[in-house]
């Protein structure tokens, strides 16, 4: 394990060479100037902007707390945007990891030819988000998709799917379980790693099949679980490109001179997630200094969660790795 | 880990943040160049140079506006026109607003960029070019022209329309022995109701009429018309609650849709092919009549050459028969932007685009949109059907109505559009609380960037 | 926690294991009609993309499953109407420029978290942990109206430079990397003389190659995949866009062209999986080793 810099300097060190410190200076200059034109300087400026009225075209107007106090009493979307964006954190993570686990479980115990059970799962993960959520909207497509026609066979008469606005999220949740195999492979490999020898001594001390996975393999696989939780629940908080493609292509609407933002949402904004509303508000509607107050807004709840997490993750401590 | 907060740390801190603050004021007042602002006092007797059109066209449509360009061309030797296609609304203003002298005139789809693109002058103000070349505005309606003005500044001319009726299938009316197409909108309703068929297992075969808000042309704006339907007052604020006309609309519409059955008609509606495929219901026959855009003539004829099809005005509401004969028409409009390096060159490319009328008639019979100014619309080489006819009545008749520009776009429709997709489905409430509501939302949103 | 056997990994089913008493035929027979089923639905909607795209476009709207006829000449109309190598074309370059951007930028930053002792090294490492799982759309807007001033919209340079100034997820992956490098590799390099610089190119670098592929990995396919990006910046100038872009597009002022969009589909997952096939090993290994390391 690596000590951080503060302690190595409180006990007595060999003196560096200077030109160890010059060469570290630079390796970090291009990143530290990165940091912050492309993290520092934006943050502190959207809190500047939020305060303002901003159109791109005319110089910023100082409008006070004006921008914040429609966010909180009069936008009419925001709330719902943010309920959307809820859902997705609350369903689409834990579902996919679930998922990922059973089938990993599954392939751990295949033993011929798991190469190929797993590349069958992988590949969907390979494919562009976009065309994705492009086909998936067409196999659901209530008229024409193959999707009702096979369950017609069945007798069963298919739903609405992504235009149906209690059925959008969910569809689109099945495309989340559809590519999840980037995290079906790690969980693969954790549970490949679990030492061989800690099943063995369970199975001595009598413990039966259930025992085994939730006292060997469990704990031996938290660590990747909880990274891979921690990304996802990460990504829901940011969801966008699916949702707002799913949206533009099962409104089937015509887009004529239009542009993206007149879609976002179908059904009855079902699918608007809180980062599409920040977009539709700054980049559609351009009201970058509202838009920006929708960042602030998301920014502090980003990082109340991040608090959280940097203290109770090892993975996230800068201490060094596990 | 440890941080230790010392003054020292806390000046630096203070330092970044007024730091950024500066750079961040720096990089904004800087909005851009402004092209020279000063109108000549007179036209160049002869144009040259480059300027670029950007317009949201595509493919077959394209090639029509690049053919009137090509004219321009011809007219004005020394003169290259850059056309940039496909570029939607959003994509205009990214564009203009970067300030950039890449964009000289502008095409947009809708009037929702009027309102902002006028007030902050990022589309120049034309009145002193109008002026000074004797623009003939009487040539352009009332209504045309307050879609494309905002709050007296004129930045935009109009160049083409669209204007919506009723289509109806004869060969429909003909086996239920209807003769005429209807006039009110209970008449619409009887005639629907009657032409209205099933399937054995309840669902919707074929629909006389699809009152479904949503689907395809069925917007508020485009059934406004039929009660005379008010958008915004003078000041720009919501007048939709206050109006007489709404409810009355609202609420034949929501008892239309029950008497068929919300549930079937989303189901139906959700199943219907795609508005401008050759799919499309109306060619399908799968609906008898349908409100739809004068372009549709176009599609048909591309598409369904054999479809049997009559138009008429769209009917109007018990109390409001003086309105018939109008009907909803809203249209492209152009600008020049402000970056724009060669002003005088890109407005004769404008005022050629919006008043020229071989240059109107040829686009209005390519892309089959309603030219807007009267010698356009009564020239003898504009390609008119019999259908089509009705389009060019209505784009005359002085009644018929627009959508104001505002300075929220088109905020203040999706806002009552929201809202009556949730009436129709039984969750909007009481309607004229209801109602209250939507110009309140409206209010605020005008509020938030009209300053303080 | 380490991966110690990638043996297991590359071809799972192959380690060494305690043999299994009492697991019935049953239990295999269940286990694998549940993976056969699961396998069918994975597999089903590319197939399904895929006998679409050889439809006409009139029959992509009707409910058949199997094309009639087998039109083939879809894949040279699309290729030949659209500017498909032209999307192409702009895919490749920002991911290429991307990647090897932020390999000369990340790594060496990288490398001193990891390895040399300097002030503040925590400090800096957690403001990048926070850049990295910050939402991008919060710092989007001033970002984009800092391009916009420079006139840089409308192409993909805004997505494309930013990485020559290090890329906060690719540092913290490089820097857990590099923490396994032992240090007495680095001392004994250090006594012989030789320059930080070349103990970064001669000694560490070749040692985390697994590392920096899997970076490299997250960032080809991460700016190949990307649409947010694009569509902010790159969404007026259709000379600039990329295949993830151009993808969505295809709802012109017609609605959804969908046998043109299945085909452009089919023909954007092609080199993906190629591209799979070939580097497999790289990337099972990356993407694991990713996973298990952060």
């Known amino acids: 394990m690596i000590r951080g810099a503060g302690r190595a300097s409180a006990r007595p060190a060999p003196r560096r060479r200077p030109r160890g410190r010059w060469f570290a200076i630079a390796m970090l200059a291009p990143a530290l100037l990165g940091i912050l034109v492309f993290f520092v300087y934006p943050l502190i400026a959207s809190l500047f902007f939020s305060f303002t009225s901003y159109d791109l075209v005319s110089p910023p107007e100082w409008i006070g707390l004006r921008n914040y106090e429609y966010l909180f009493t009069k936008d009419p979307k925001v709330w719902s945007a943010a309920l959307n964006t809820l859902w997705f954190i609350v369903f689409l993570t834990p579902v996919k990891i679930i998922m990922a686990l059973c089938v990993a479980g599954l392939l751990a115990r295949a033993n011929r030819a798991a190469g190929f059970w797993r590349t069958i799962f992988y590949l969907p993960s390979l494919v562009p988000p976009v065309a994705s959520v492009v086909a998936f909207v067409f196999l659901f497509n209530p008229g024409t998709g193959p999707v009702n026609h096979i369950l017609k066979v069945f007798g069963i008469e298919g739903p609405l799917w992504f235009n149906d606005p209690s059925l959008s999220k969910p569809s689109l949740m099945l495309l989340g379980i559809w590519v999840m195999g980037d995290m079906m492979v790690i969980f693969l490999a954790a549970l490949l790693d679990v030492p061989k020898d800690q099943y063995e001594a369970a199975s001595l001390d009598g413990a039966n099949g259930v025992q085994k996975v939730w006292y060997v393999t469990l704990p031996n696989i938290v660590p990747v679980l909880v990274f891979s939780l921690v990304t996802g629940l990460i990504a829901s908080l940011q969801y966008f490109t699916e949702a707002a493609v799913a949206s533009g292509v099962a409104s089937g609407k015509a887009t004529v001179g239009s542009g993206t933002a007149t879609t976002l949402g179908y059904p009855d904004g079902s699918l608007l997630t809180y980062t599409q509303w920040l977009y539709v508000r700054g980049f559609a509607n351009y009201q970058l200094g509202y838009a920006s107050a929708l960042a602030v807004l998301l920014f502090i709840v980003a990082a109340a969660f991040l608090v959280v997490l940097l203290r109770r993750v090892d993975a996230f401590n800068p201490e060094g790795a596990k | 880990m440890q941080q230790r907060f010392t003054p020292r740390t806390g000046r630096r801190i203070a330092a970044g943040i007024a730091g950024a603050a500066a750079a961040a004021l720096m990089l904004t007042a800087c909005s851009g160049d402004t092209g020279s602002v000063d109108v000549a006092d007179e036209a160049p007797d002869e144009l040259s140079g480059t300027v670029s059109l950007w317009h949201f066209f595509t493919d077959r449509e394209a090639s029509v506006i690049q053919g009137v360009v090509d004219d321009f061309e011809a007219q004005n030797p020394g003169v290259t026109v850059e056309v940039h296609e496909g570029q939607d609304d959003e994509k205009l203003r990214k564009v203009i607003a970067a300030g950039s002298d890449d964009i000289d005139v502008g095409l947009s789809y809708s009037t929702d960029v009027v309102g902002n693109l006028c007030s902050t002058g990022a589309f120049r103000d034309l009145q002193p070019y109008i002026d000074r070349d004797e623009v003939d505005m009487s040539q352009i309606s009332d209504t045309v022209q307050s879609y494309s003005e905002f709050e007296g500044t004129r930045c935009t001319m109009p160049v083409l329309a669209d204007v919506n009726a009723l289509f109806y299938n004869k060969d429909i009316f003909a086996e239920a022995g209807i003769t005429e197409p209807p006039k009110t909108l209970d008449e619409l309703e009887d005639i629907a109701l009657k032409l209205t068929e099933y399937n054995d297992d309840g669902s919707i075969k074929r629909l006389g009429f699809n009152p479904f808000m949503g689907m395809y042309e069925n917007t508020a704006a485009h059934f406004g018309p039929a009660v005379g339907g008010k958008w915004l007052d003078d000041d720009g604020y919501s007048a939709i609650g206050s109006d007489e006309g709404w409810p009355v609309l609202m609420q034949w519409q929501k008892d239309f849709v029950d008497e068929i059955g919300y549930d079937k008609l989303q189901a139906f509606t959700a199943g219907l092919g795609q508005e401008f495929s050759a799919d499309n219901a109306f060619h399908t026959g799968q609906l008898a009549m349908t409100i739809d855009g004068e372009y549709r003539t176009a599609f048909i004829a591309d598409q369904a050459p054999d479809l049997n099809y009559g138009t008429a005005p769209f009917p109007t509401a018990t109390g409001f028969e003086d309105l018939y004969g109008s009907g909803y028409i809203v249209g492209n409009i152009a600008g020049i932007a402000k970056g724009s390096k060669n002003p005088e060159l890109a407005w004769a490319l404008l005022k050629y685009l919006s008043t020229d009328t071989d240059a109107l008639v040829k686009m209005g019979n390519g892309l089959k949109n309603v030219p807007t100014t009267t010698a356009a619309l009564e020239s003898p080489d504009l390609e008119v059907s019999e259908q089509y006819q009705t389009f060019i009545d209505i784009a005359l008749h002085p009644k018929t109505a627009t959508t104001p520009p505002s300075l929220v776009g088109a905020g203040y429709t999706q806002a009552f559009g929201s809202y009556w997709e949730k009436f129709q489905a039984g969750t909007g409430g009481n309607l004229a609380e209801g109602l209250a509501g939507v110009d309140q939302e409206i209010n605020d949103s005008v509020d938030l960037v009209s300053g303080p | 926690m380490t991966i110690t056997d990638t043996r297991t990994l590359l071809a799972p089913g192959t380690a060494p294991r305690p043999v299994r008493r009492g697991r019935s035929f049953f239990g295999w027979v269940a286990e694998h009609t549940v993976l056969c089923v699961l396998a069918v639905l994975f597999i089903a909607p590319i197939v399904f993309v895929a006998l679409t795209s050889l439809m006409s476009s009139d029959q992509t709207l009707t409910g058949d499953l199997l094309p009639d006829p087998w039109q083939w000449s879809n894949y040279r109309e699309v290729v030949v109407s659209t500017p498909l190598l032209r999307w192409f074309g702009n895919s490749a370059l920002y991911a290429v420029c991307a990647t090897v951007f932020m390999a000369l930028s990340s790594?060496?930053?990288?490398?001193?978290?990891?390895?040399?002792?300097?002030?503040?090294?925590?400090?800096?490492?957690?403001?990048?942990?926070?850049?990295?799982?910050?939402?991008?759309?919060?710092?989007?807007?001033?970002?984009?109206?800092?391009?916009?001033?420079?006139?840089?919209?409308?192409?993909?340079?805004?997505?494309?430079?930013?990485?020559?100034?290090?890329?906060?997820?690719?540092?913290?992956?490089?820097?857990?990397?590099?923490?396994?490098?032992?240090?007495?590799?680095?001392?004994?390099?250090?006594?012989?003389?030789?320059?930080?610089?070349?103990?970064?190119?001669?000694?560490?670098?070749?040692?985390?190659?697994?590392?920096?592929?899997?970076?490299?990995?997250?960032?080809?396919?991460?700016?190949?995949?990307?649409?947010?990006?694009?569509?902010?910046?790159?969404?007026?100038?259709?000379?600039?866009?990329?295949?993830?872009?151009?993808?969505?597009?295809?709802?012109?002022?017609?609605?959804?062209?969908?046998?043109?969009?299945?085909?452009?589909?089919?023909?954007?997952?092609?080199?993906?999986v190629v591209v799979f096939f070939f580097a497999q090993r790289t990337f099972v290994e990356g993407i694991t080793l990713s996973g298990v390391k952060g």
């Open chain 3, 107 to 272: 790594v060496p930053a990288a490398y001193v978290l990891a390895k040399i002792k300097i002030p503040h090294a925590n400090t800096i490492f957690l403001i990048i942990i926070v850049a990295m799982l910050l939402p991008p759309q919060v710092t989007a807007v001033p970002v984009y109206i800092m391009w916009s001033k420079l006139h840089l919209t409308g192409t993909l340079l805004p997505l494309i430079l930013p990485n020559l100034l290090g890329d906060a997820f690719s540092i913290f992956l490089l820097r857990q990397f590099f923490l396994t490098v032992p240090t007495e590799y680095l001392d004994a390099a250090r006594m012989d003389g030789a320059s930080e610089f070349r103990i970064l190119t001669r000694v560490v670098i070749p040692m985390a190659k697994p590392g920096i592929a899997a970076a490299a990995i997250f960032m080809f396919f991460g700016s190949w995949n990307d649409y947010y990006g694009p569509l902010l910046y790159a969404s007026e100038n259709p000379s600039w866009w990329p295949v993830s872009y151009a993808l969505a597009t295809f709802r012109g002022s017609h609605g959804t062209d969908w046998g043109t969009t299945m085909t452009l589909t089919m023909l954007v997952l092609v080199p993906v």
